[in-house]
């Protein structure tokens, strides 16, 4: 599943919670450095829904290969105090 392509890159949090609440399989890929501050949810799926959500960096990472300092990696930030930054329904 990590070797697939990106389907949905945002660069704004109501741009990650829209593709995060978009129907079907999924690879969700944030910009290197990027800052979303949130408090996101990922919406149920219906019975029988196979479909997956994979979140991750926008690299071109070779396996194995270490990240350093100067590469920051996206990151998750809660906007609201004792909420979940990312909510998985069930």
């Known amino acids: 599943v990590l070797n697939r392509p990106c389907t949905d890159r945002p660069t704004t949090t109501t741009a990650l919670q829209s593709a995060l609440n978009a129907g079907g399989?999924?690879?969700?890929?944030?910009?290197m450095g990027g800052v979303f501050a949130g408090n996101f949810n990922v919406p149920a799926?219906?019975?029988g829904d196979t479909s997956w959500t994979v979140v991750r960096a926008d690299s071109s990472f070779a396996l194995g290969r270490r990240?350093?300092?100067a590469e920051r990696l996206p990151r998750l930030v809660m906007a609201a105090q004792n909420q979940p930054v990312?909510?998985?329904?069930?």
């Open 25 to 31: 399989s999924r690879v969700i890929c944030l910009p």
């Open 45 to 47: 799926r219906g019975t």
């Open 67 to 69: 990240v350093t300092g």
């Open 86 to 90: 990312l909510h998985v329904r069930s």
